[in-house]
């Protein structure tokens, strides 16, 4: 079983539309969570953290569920410019930040 | 601010030719990862500088690939010799520190093709 493990995709949606990514992790040890977005030949990039009361930014919404070892990520209003690869990350507890990536999730939003 | 540099961009070469990836961290940062993406394995870590010291290497596939950071603002990664197995793109990533929650910034990749 991978450590994290993400629906590929793609997810294909409209402009204006609302989706939302799914991951879970194995490691019940795991301490961080982040979503990462990487572009087409592009390196990743921090998309936002993921804490345990859930949080926002703008019109993205990180869910995490530690009992169920579920982490999620909704966007609002997908704009042309969402599309991406999005990469649900997460680092286990002691030593230092090792992440680990699952292998992430496509989005295209068509007009 | 300049981030994470990698060179070279591209890089094609022959199996069995050796391979020598470079990497600036960003200047502060004292946390300095490697790692590989490949379509079958996704994103994998290779190996983790704190302070230029390795401490986890465990990633590294075999004794082909060494690294090595000696100073605060430069490390190699080194594929000797290379093999067609091993074309995947190559990213340096840094952060101010090792800890958990600190945010690591990635470099624009080395793409590498082995025939």
């Known amino acids: 079983r991978k450590e994290v493990e993400q629906d590929p995709g793609p997810f294909n949606v409209p402009e204006g539309a609302t989706v939302a990514f799914n991951c879970t992790y194995s490691n019940s040890a795991s301490q961080s969570f982040f979503w990462y977005r990487q572009d087409c030949r592009k390196e990743p990039k921090l998309l936002m953290s993921?804490?345990?009361s859930g949080n926002e930014d703008g019109r993205f919404t990180a869910q995490l569920n530690r009992a169920s070892q579920y982490i999620s990520l909704l966007i609002r209003d997908s704009k042309l410019s969402d599309s991406a690869t999005y990469l649900c990350v997460v680092s286990l507890s002691g030593g230092y930040n090792k992440l680990i990536f699952g292998a992430g999730t496509r989005l295209a939003v068509h007009p | 601010d300049a981030g994470v540099i990698q060179s070279p961009r591209h890089e094609v070469t022959e199996m069995g030719q050796e391979v020598t990836l470079r990497c600036k961290p960003i200047s502060g940062h004292n946390s300095l990862f490697w790692y590989r993406q490949t379509m079958m394995r996704g994103l994998e870590l290779l190996i983790y500088f704190n302070n230029n010291v390795p401490i986890d290497d465990s990633g590294m596939p075999e004794d082909r690939f060494s690294a090595k950071m000696p100073n605060a603002s430069f490390s190699t990664l080194k594929i000797q010799p290379s093999e067609p197995r091993d074309s995947a793109v190559y990213f340096c990533a840094s952060s101010t520190s090792g800890g958990n929650w600190e945010t690591q910034y990635f470099g624009p990749g080395t793409r590498l093709l082995v025939l």
């Open positions: 993921v804490y345990s």
